[in-house]
């Protein structure tokens, strides 16, 4: 608006104002310009930066849910697992064993996360 009405004073052509101010006029209206076009440009780097800055966030934040995901992928059957280990049947052919805690359930939980961890390296998941 500013831009606008100093644009139609500098183009008045000396029927209100003396050359001088005139002058002055134009000078003023070019600045104003100036100003604009420089405000436009930092409005357009700061959306590129604001753009870059919401990427890289948005990376971070799946980084870190392909990490939780692998996570509860190696768990999830562990946590099966123990369920099952954790119900009360009368017959489990382990629980006669006296080492049968130790070395059953141990091992399989163990046997069951190295496969996990190597299927997922395998995948490039890890």
């Given at each position: 608006?500013?831009?606008?009405?100093?644009?139609?004073?500098?183009?008045?052509?000396?029927?209100?104002?003396?050359?001088?101010?005139?002058?002055?006029?134009?000078?003023?209206?070019?600045?104003a310009?100036?100003?604009?076009?420089?405000?436009?440009?930092?409005?357009?780097?700061?959306?590129?930066?604001?753009?870059?800055?919401?990427?890289?966030?948005?990376?971070?934040?799946?980084?870190?849910?392909?990490?939780?995901?692998?996570?509860?992928?190696?768990?999830?059957?562990?946590t099966?697992?123990?369920?099952?280990?954790?119900?009360?049947?009368?017959?489990?052919?382990?629980?006669?064993?006296?080492?049968?805690?130790?070395?059953?359930?141990?091992?399989?939980?163990?046997?069951?996360?190295?496969?996990?961890?190597?299927?997922?390296?395998?995948?490039?998941?890890?």
């Open positions: 608006p500013v831009r606008d009405v100093v644009h139609a004073i500098s183009n008045s052509q000396g029927q209100f104002f003396s050359d001088q101010t005139l002058m002055f006029v134009r000078d003023s209206y070019d600045h310009v100036q100003v604009v076009e420089n405000l436009d440009t930092y409005r357009e780097i700061l959306n590129s930066v604001m753009d870059l800055y919401l990427s890289q966030l948005s990376n971070k934040m799946n980084e870190v849910m392909k990490v939780l995901t692998v996570m509860s992928s190696i768990f999830i059957p562990l099966f697992i123990a369920g099952i280990y954790g119900m009360n049947f009368e017959h489990m052919p382990e629980l006669g064993w006296a080492i049968s805690y130790p070395v059953g359930f141990w091992s399989l939980i163990g046997v069951v996360a190295i496969i996990m961890v190597i299927f997922m390296k395998s995948r490039k998941w890890l």
